[in-house]
């Protein structure tokens, strides 16, 4: 082969024939240029769903080299085509949204009345204690005025038997009764059960002599209901117990007088306190 380059031929004059063997050009390295830092700040681009773009040979146009690439825009809304799942929106926080609470309030229990019971039945001891004080000293009385010994055998005779136990025995239940039964009631309430004591010691004290003098003792000479009745032991027993019921009575109603307006003013300040705390409660809610 030769070193030089043929002729041009005769059908292409313009052209000539470039041999192979030819050393190649070396090309200069292009430079690129410099960019300042912070000149250009580089701009987030969202990935774009582009459908596939159908072939030249189905459409018959072939791409062009000139054709310029559409730029991106600087914030491009993403287009969701079928089949392509959707990205989710932002959830807002739980806290943002209001919560109700529940507030429990605990269920406030009302000052319970306050009795007299108690206390009563204690004064009605105190009472019996009274009643049979004064029932001897009657007694005495009586067998001074019928035999003129004040406190020789008879006095403690009578003192043993049945004519000074069961009057001051019947006189202790029926007061304890009475108190169970008025407990916080006022004076003239005693005053009036005064009247069904005595009565109740009265006819008591006759039924319970005649039950013990002829069933259980079966004395020879019987003791008859006249002779009960007019009996002076047996009057000043119905007597004395309407007396000492009365006075007994004064101080256990004075008692309970005392506990009424006490339990009154109780409930007054529970009603007070709870109307506060619900109108507290009601400002709360209202806040809320």
Known sequence: MSDQSPAATPEHPDSAVVDVAAE?????????????????????????????AAPAAATGELPSATDEVPAASPE???????????????????SAVPVQ?????????????????????????????LFAGIYTVVGALIIDVRDGDLFGPEFTSFVSSAFFWVPVSLFLVGLILMVLLLNRAGWWAHVFGSL?????????MIGILLLIANVFQAT???ITYESLALNPWVIAAAVVAREASIWTGLGIAARGRRVKARSIEERATFDREQEAKRAEYAGTVAGA
């Not at 507030?103 to 009605?124: D, E, F, M, Q, S």
């Open 24 to 52: 190649p050009v070396a090309a200069s390295p292009v430079e690129p240029e410099a960019v300042e830092p912070g000149a250009v700040e580089p701009e987030a681009v969202a990935p774009e769903l582009v459908e596939p």
């Open 76 to 94: 491009p809304e993403p287009v969701a085509s079928p089949g392509t799942a959707t990205p989710r929106t932002a959830v807002p926080e739980a």
């Open 101 to 129: 609470q529940l507030v429990y309030v605990p269920l406030a229990v009302p000052p319970k009345k306050r009795g007299n019971r108690g206390i009563g039945t204690l004064l009605a001891v105190v009472g019996a204690l």
């Open 196 to 204: 069904i004591l005595a009565v109740a010691v009265y006819f008591g």
């Open 220 to 222: 020879p000479t019987p």
